[in-house]
């Protein structure tokens, strides 16, 4: 049986030159269709979906009857702007057949590396399945120039797994996996079924993009592989191009490369938490939440007596008890002036407080490493 078998929460980038029919421009809804089938499967058994799927400039191209070849950048732009409703629109017909509703979420890079805009992506993401959804992600090319030049959606696939700490990452390409080699022009590549380490030596293995409708290529989905196994995060490369692939690959009925991290998702997550040399500030917390902590519960507001710092939300504290014995630390999820007014103060307080309404908790046991 496959490792994607027992997944919890899964991430599937799709590719344009799988999901697009090349000579037509258009969705192939066999296929398309059959990926929903298996999702429906996989949602059923309790395991969240994340679709990361290209193809937006692809039809709409199409669709705007564009010549073939390279565009121009105003034309990718507004290819993706017209591409991205068709896309959204399939998707959200084939799923509707078993009554999953989709979300549509548009992020660049930037959503995934700068700190407010991260944790409010990660947040409504998490909201998003919570709500048992799938979120269909997509680059937003329409806004995001550099993403159009050199992005991928192999790496934003990879961020995206590392947001909501996936389990596993699957890439299904128009290859069936990593090679020693490019296959496609040596005969003697080599197959690689398993990885645990990407080496220099794996790097170099690394080849371009096979066609005109995908950015990606053997680098970037070894880039994927880099952050989704520094994140915790088990990642496959498989050939997504026949139809129920997969399903195949739940299976184990296809082969495919598998890239093997040492540590969970969430324990990646906390280990870079533990590891960060500066903190921002501190929290100091009365008797109540140093047992409500040691027991593996988030710190809620109530249970903090006093606030240190300047920090900003998403930035990393410590905890520290009356008498400044470091606790934990963690990431806050309000910043320090809003922190500040609602300290001591019970969580169906914070909407009256703040004008908003927030986290019920100041710090959420899966952002907390406790000492």
């Not at 999901?19 to 058994?45: C, F, N, P, S």
């Not at 395991?47 to 009857?65: F, N, P």
């Not at 934003?156 to 496609?184: C, F, N, Q």
């Not at 929290?283 to 240190?308: E, F, N, Q, R, W």
Request: glycine content about 10%; aromatic content about 4%; proline content about 3%.
């Amino acid at each position: 049986m496959s490792p994607l078998a027992g997944s919890k929460r899964l991430v599937v980038k799709i590719g344009s030159s799988i999901l697009v029919d090349e000579a037509k421009g258009e969705i192939r809804h066999d296929w398309l269709d059959a990926l929903t089938d298996d999702v429906a499967h996989l949602h059923k058994d309790g395991c969240d979906v994340v679709l990361v799927s290209s193809g937006a400039i692809r039809l709409g191209r199409t669709h705007l009857k564009l010549p073939p070849g390279p565009l121009r950048l105003e034309e990718s732009q507004a290819a993706a702007a017209t591409g991205q409703i068709q896309l959204a629109h399939a998707y959200q017909a084939a799923l509707a057949r078993h009554g999953i509703t989709v979300a549509q979420v548009l992020l660049t890079l930037d959503d995934s590396e700068e700190r407010r805009r991260y944790l409010n992506a990660r947040q409504t993401m998490a909201t998003l399945l919570g709500l048992k959804a799938v979120p269909v992600i997509n680059e937003n090319d329409t806004v995001a120039t550099d993403e159009i030049r050199f992005g991928d959606n192999d790496r934003l696939g990879a961020r995206v797994a590392e947001m909501i700490s996936a389990d596993t990452l699957v890439l299904l390409s128009d290859i069936d996996g990593l090679y020693t080699g490019d296959p496609r022009s040596d005969s003697s590549a080599k197959f690689i079924p398993e990885i645990r380490e990407i080496t220099p030596a794996i790097e170099a293995m690394g080849g371009s993009a096979a066609s005109e409708m995908s950015n990606g290529g053997m680098v970037t989905k070894l880039m994927a592989g880099r952050i989704a196994m520094a994140a915790g995060c088990r990642m496959a490369i498989a050939d997504g191009r026949p139809v129920g692939a997969l399903g195949d690959l739940i299976d184990g009925k296809t082969r495919c490369s598998w890239f093997l991290p040492e540590a969970s998702p969430l324990s990646a997550r906390k280990k870079w938490i533990k590891g960060s040399l500066k903190t921002a500030g501190s929290l100091t917390v009365d008797d109540g939440a140093v047992k409500a902590l040691s027991a593996g519960k988030s710190l809620l507001p109530a249970g903090v007596t006093g606030i240190d710092g300047d920090f900003k939300r998403g930035d990393v504290v410590d905890v520290k008890d009356r008498a400044g014995r470091l606790l934990a630390r963690g990431l806050v999820a309000y910043a320090a002036e809003d922190a500040r007014r609602i300290a001591g103060r019970k969580s169906a307080e914070i909407e009256r407080l703040l004008g908003f309404r927030g986290r019920d908790e100041i710090v959420h046991r899966d952002d907390l490493v406790v000492e």
